[in-house]
């Protein structure tokens, strides 16, 4: 059974953040409910592109946005989103999040987006 995560992740990357809102969202491999939370969460990530991007800018300390991998920006995008859109508990998002990032990157990359959506998680409510 496939992942609304891993699914949205392979859709975004095989376009791009830039073109979200092009991508198709039939979503046919995934059953109803998953479906649907990928549908929300493509849709939310659209809806908050300036507040995700400028979310990665400030909580990536010592990382020009520029220079994080496309790998690592659509995770901490995709990642971020579904943290605002509060569904499942935090430290569920952010462990897939970073599990996918270790399956499709490095460790290290893995770590750096922990890091992040820690923080993220941490004061996404004051932003």
Not at 7 to 27: C, G, M, P, Q, T
Not at 62 to 81: A, D, F, P, Q
Not at 88 to 105: A, F, G, N, Q, R
């Amino acid at each position: 059974m496939n992942d609304f995560r891993i699914d949205s992740f392979e859709k975004v990357f095989a376009a791009s953040l830039d073109e979200i809102e092009k991508i198709d969202r039939n979503f046919t491999e995934l059953s109803d409910n998953q479906r649907l939370r990928a549908q929300q969460l493509l849709q939310n990530t659209q809806d908050n592109k300036e507040r995700i991007e400028n979310s990665i800018r400030t909580y990536s300390e010592n990382w020009s946005y520029e220079r994080i991998g496309k790998v690592e920006i659509i995770i901490l995008s995709l990642g971020i989103s579904e943290l605002i859109m509060d569904l499942t508990p935090k430290k569920v998002i952010i462990s897939e999040w970073v599990k996918l990032c270790d399956k499709h990157s490095s460790s290290q990359s893995a770590k750096f987006v922990n890091g992040i959506l820690n923080t993220i998680s941490e004061n996404i409510n004051n932003e």
